[in-house]
């Protein structure tokens, strides 16, 4: 049974938006041939794809496993043929990357600032997630590549190079200035409040593992789902964390935030850039891939 591409195309804006009148007119077409083409499509596949509602449509169990496969290559065919027409006067297209908060704020940032200034043709999606999701994201095809932080285990399909190392510090509000007169044990701070990236993250199990191999339970008393929540709770006095020196040194220079020194080393991280070895790279992607490597390691970004 040979299905025609435009079904698919169709099923992916109906799915996007869950709403048939949004796809007809994102397709440019009409709802009454959307709704035509989605009947066939259920007709020839032997299910339902879509259940009616009061403001659209949502997907059944079958339409969510289809969505899952069409939109990884509807996305990748729309960017291609958007590359091409545009390649005609300039270079373009799109890039689809993942990216943690970290990595943005680090190292990103700056980097888009550049590249842009570059080449301003080049349309670039970010996907703002953990690292573990991100990976995810990268393994099923849906990014062209991700810019993550590390460490984390990757599995064997995906290669890293590593464009930024940072140092992460103890920090606390000025209520816990008590806490810097001398270097302390993870024991000593064992019972104050702790503020830290939720479960899931690559942040979350590096510190679990970390107090573990010092025979220390750790569970942070606030969970935050990403880094930039974290200093603004640190800052009230609401527990304790670590983060990045490069984000926290302003607040250290104001005197909002001290610095918890240790009696031992707190684990290195990195910023590494995430391609998966078996699939290409359109042009767009493989333009801004090779500008971050080039440019990796020449700064770190001011914060």
């Known amino acids: 049974m040979d299905i025609s591409f435009e079904y698919y195309k169709i099923f992916y804006y109906v799915a996007k938006y869950r709403n048939i009148t949004k796809a007809a007119a994102a397709l440019g077409g009409s709802q009454p041939n959307v709704t035509r083409t989605m009947k066939l499509l259920e007709s020839q596949l032997g299910c339902r794809l879509f259940v ?15 969505y899952e496969h069409v939109e990884t290559a509807c996305r990748h065919l ?4 958007e590359e091409i027409r545009r390649r005609g006067s300039q270079q373009g297209g799109t890039v689809e990357i993942g990216a943690t908060e970290i990595a943005l704020h680090l190292f ?28 995810r994201q990268l393994v099923s095809g849906k990014l062209d590549f991700a810019v993550v932080t590390v460490p984390y285990e990757m599995p064997g399909t995906v290669c890293c ?11 606390g509000g000025i209520q816990y200035k008590g806490l810097c007169k001398t270097p302390l044990g993870l024991r000593d701070i064992g019972d104050y409040p702790w503020v830290g990236l939720g479960r899931g993250s690559a942040t979350y199990q590096l510190y679990k ?15 935050v789902e990403t ?22 040194r302003p607040l250290l220079e104001e005197k909002k935030l001290v610095r918890i020194c240790l009696d ?5 991280r990195s910023i590494q850039i995430a391609s998966d070895k078996g699939r290409g790279r359109s042009q767009a992607a493989d333009t ?13 970004a001011k914060v």
Not at 52 to 66: K, M, N, Q, W, Y
Not at 264 to 268: I, T
Request: charged share 25%; proline share 6%.
């Open 264 to 268: 031992c080393d707190v684990p290195g």
């Open 108 to 135: 990103l940032l700056d980097a888009l600032r550049r590249f842009r200034l570059q080449y301003p043709s080049i349309k670039i999606k970010i996907h703002n997630q953990t690292t573990p999701q991100i990976v």
């Open 288 to 300: 801004l891939y090779k500008f971050l490597g080039e440019n990796s390691l020449e700064y770190p």
């Open 78 to 81: 729309l960017n291609a043929q």
């Open 227 to 248: 880094s930039d929540l974290m200093l603004p709770l640190i800052e009230n006095n609401l527990g304790i964390g670590f983060v990045p020196e490069l984000v926290a």
């Open 161 to 171: 190079e590593k464009v930024l190392d940072f140092e992460e510090i103890l920090v």
């Open 209 to 223: 593992d970390f107090f573990i191999r010092h025979q220390i339970d750790f569970e942070p008393d606030m969970e």
């Open 52 to 66: 009616r509602e009061a403001r659209g449509v949502s997907l059944t169990e079958e339409g969510e496993l289809l």
